[in-house]
């Protein structure tokens, strides 16, 4: 394929996967979905992340007090370990979100 071939093909618009707009090329990711489907979806997978991180957060903390009935002198290694749990269950709530909201490719 030719040079100039490829710079028409790049430039030309295509429709976003996702909500049907028409965008140049260029504009588009490997999926074929838009900045703003994309920025969408981030903001969703954002607010579910972190609210599966508060449940665990929430979860882990109950069964300390409850199961472990921890002692004051050993309180910050239990909270830090809330926190922690907060911190990276929300961190991975994000990104399975994120990756089955760009698998099922629904118009936002």
């Known amino acids: 394929m030719k040079k100039s071939a490829l710079r028409h093909d790049l430039a030309s618009d295509i ?52 199961v472990q009935r921890p002692s004051r002198m050993l309180i910050g290694g239990w909270l830090g370990a809330v926190l922690a749990t907060f911190w990276l269950g929300g961190r991975a709530g994000m990104e399975l979100t994120y990756g089955v909201l760009r698998f099922r490719g629904r118009p936002q």
């Open 15 to 66: 429709a976003c996967a996702n909500c049907g707009r028409t965008d140049p090329a260029s504009n588009l990711d490997r999926h074929l979905w838009c900045e703003r489907c994309i920025a969408v979806a981030r903001e969703r997978a954002k607010r579910i992340g972190w609210v599966c991180g508060a449940l665990l957060a929430a979860a882990l903390a109950l069964w300390i007090y409850l």
